[in-house]
């Protein structure tokens, strides 16, 4: 993992008064280990959290050859490897109106094709998250690592307050970045 990870993880480590890592494949040490196996499941559960700009991906998919098993949807479509979950569905390259699917497993099953897909991507490179993020990342990460470092329930809940305050914070500051999407008369009453 990278240095920019392990300076999330010595955060959290500092937050639980915990000792500071070098690296994260350093199997002799438990603080190392606990990160290792915690971070990237705490990281990937705050990108699904909300819907950041920084993890929002669009993509056009084209449908797989196999059908589903049951009619109605006629179409398969696999979903990209760094897929988080989905943020919005279209038929249509202009996405005006959402489109109904049904995720189930590695793919979208749909009854277009193809798909346009928005949706919350993994995100590995810290440095690309926004400073709230961050901060709402190692604080999840350090109520994660209280309990098994430290044993203090009155920390750990003290930890996962101020995580949640963060995670909020972060969510909200990313969600007022642009503008609302202006609708055109036509498309208003489409829609209707």
């Not at 196999?66 to 249509?92: I, K, M, R």
């Not at 044993?151 to 750990?156: F, H, L």
Request: aromatic share 10%.
């Amino acid at each position: 993992m990278s240095s920019a990870e392990v300076g999330i993880c010595n955060q959290s480590l500092s937050l639980c008064s915990a000792n500071r890592i070098i690296s994260l494949e350093d199997s002799t040490s438990i603080e190392s280990s606990l990160c290792a196996e915690l971070y990237p499941a705490v990281r990937d559960e705050l990108l699904e959290d909300g819907d950041f700009s920084f993890a929002t991906h669009r993509v056009e998919l084209a449908a797989l050859i196999t059908a589903p098993a049951f009619p109605g949807d006629t179409y398969y479509t696999a979903l990209p490897g760094d897929f988080l979950h989905a943020q919005a569905v279209y038929d249509n390259p202009d996405a005006i109106r959402m489109s109904n699917y049904i995720i189930e497993g590695d793919n979208i099953i749909t009854d277009f094709s193809p798909v346009y897909l928005v949706y919350t991507r993994a995100i590995t490179d810290p440095t690309k998250f926004s400073k709230l993020m961050r901060k709402a990342l190692y604080f999840e990460l350090a109520s994660q690592l209280c309990i098994p470092l430290t044993e203090d329930p009155k920390r750990e809940a003290s930890l996962a307050k101020r995580a949640e305050y963060w995670r909020e914070k972060a969510i909200a500051s990313d969600g007022v970045q642009g503008s609302q999407r202006r609708y055109r008369e036509s498309q208003a009453i489409e829609v209707r």
